[in-house]
Every structure is written in C-alpha cells, then in structure tokens.
T-cell receptor
Framework: ETGVTQSPTHLIKTRGQQVTLRCSSQSGHNTVSWYQQALGQGPQFIFQYYREEENGRGNFPPRFSGLQFPNYSSELNVNALELDDSALYLC?????????????FGPGTRLTVT | AQSVTQLGSHVSVSEGALVLLRCNYSSSVPPYLFWYVQYPNQGLQLLLKYTSAATLVKGINGFEAEFKKSETSFHLTKPSAHMRDAAEYFCAVSKAGGTSYGKLTFGQGTILTVHP
C-alpha cells in the first residue's frame, strides 16, 4: 500500500510568482486536506477536497486555490507569492470527511519565497 | 472556535524517565482530540486519538493520553522515554462527529529531547 506522496520536496520561488504543489492520496482515500506549517508553528488548515469539490476552507486568501482529480490526487496553487508564504506545505488524505477518520500525512513540500 | 495550547515549547528528559507533554484545548462543542508526532523532514504521524469513547487512550510506541473534560486537558504521557522518542509533538482538536470537513486545529508543538 502506497502512502501519501508529495512533489516536489523542495521549491524556491520569487515573490510575485505562482507555484503548484502536488499530492497523491493513499489508496482508497477520497478526501485530501492541505495544511501550511510555518517554521516553529503548528500546521494551519488551508482547505479540504472531497470527491473533487472544495469541502471547507480555513482563513487563507483566494490566491490559495486547489483542485482534486478523479483519481483523488490534488494540487495546491498559490498565486502572487509573498515572503510569508515560505513554509512546509502538508497534505493529508483520509477515507472520508468524518472527523473521526485518521488523516494520513505526506512528507510535505518545503517552499521558500525570496 | 477551537484552539489548542501546548504548555512548553521544549521538554527535555533523560532516557528511562517519564514523558509528560501538556495540552489544553478550548472548544464550544464536544471535541475530538489527537496527538501527532513529527520526525525531522517527515510528515505527521498519528500517535493516538480521543473520539468520545474511553477517556484513557492508548496509542503507538507506548504513549497514552487522558481526556479530562473538567480540566479541558489531553496530556500525553509515556512511562519510560527512549532515544527514538526525540521528535516534535503536536496536539490537535477537531469538532466531534459529522462532516466538519476534518479540519484539525493544531497547537504550536513541543520539541522533546531525550538525553542518554
């Protein structure tokens, strides 16, 4: 059974650019959640996708957007990058949206904005 | 709104000593509570979770936590620390039940150091 994978591992971008991060969910999981973890902080919920639809969003501006594909993999897109967007971006997949379901986290993508 | 406070950003113990990592939560509705561990350059791994069954929850690697509603706490303990327990630990809360889009609210994290 393949776990949650994310790509790329590391990324360096310049302020104002756009970035796309990718996540492959664990086999059988239809729900993907994205989190931003700034240095020295706990992860913060960005949004969740369930069966290709956004199913809840945290306190992040519209320049953070996402997609989920029919195979349940997902992308996180960030436009007009700002220095404060530098963080570890984690995705997590689960069997469904019930809050009791375990979320399985990927290793993350480290984004640096200069 | 929900929030989590982890008391102590760094905890240091000797190998074989008791591990106690503190977590207090705030929630206007019954919560589910979780402890995750994060090793360097890795994602988060679930240690244990409380989902309104037994208040004493046993997890992996010998960890356990007790849900105390009166104290709004969910402290993580392990009787005897091992070197391999050195990592960062996160307490998290979510709304109990339903499809509350699985949003986890995390604490700031506690870095556990284990000395030989």
């Amino acid at each position: 059974e393949t776990g949650v994978t994310q790509s790329p591992t590391h990324l360096i971008k310049t302020r104002g650019q756009q970035v796309t991060l990718r996540c492959s969910s664990q086999s059988g999981h239809n729900t993907v959640s994205w989190y931003q973890q700034a240095l020295g902080q706990g992860p913060q919920f960005i949004f969740q996708y369930y069966r290709e639809e956004e199913n809840g969003r945290g306190n992040f501006p519209p320049r953070f957007s996402g997609l989920q594909f029919p195979n349940y993999s997902s992308e996180l897109n960030v436009n007009a990058l700002e220095l404060d967007d530098s963080a570890l971006y984690l995705c997590a997949s689960s069997l469904g949206t019930e809050t009791s379901y375990e979320q399985y986290f990927g290793p993350g993508t480290r984004l640096t904005v200069t | 709104a929900q929030s989590v406070t982890q008391l102590g950003s760094h905890v240091s113990v000797s190998e074989g000593a008791l591990v106690l990592l503190r977590c207090n939560y705030s929630s206007s509705v019954p919560p589910y509570l979780f402890w995750y561990v994060q090793y360097p350059n890795q994602g988060l791994q679930l240690l244990l979770k409380y989902t309104s069954a037994a208040t004493l929850v046993k997890g992996i690697n010998g960890f356990e936590a007790e849900f105390k509603k009166s104290e709004t706490s969910f402290h993580l303990t392990k009787p005897s620390a091992h070197m391999r327990d050195a990592a960062e630990y996160f307490c998290a809360v979510s709304k109990a039940g339903g499809t509350s889009y699985g949003k986890l609210t995390f604490g700031q994290g506690t870095i556990l150091t284990v000395h030989p």
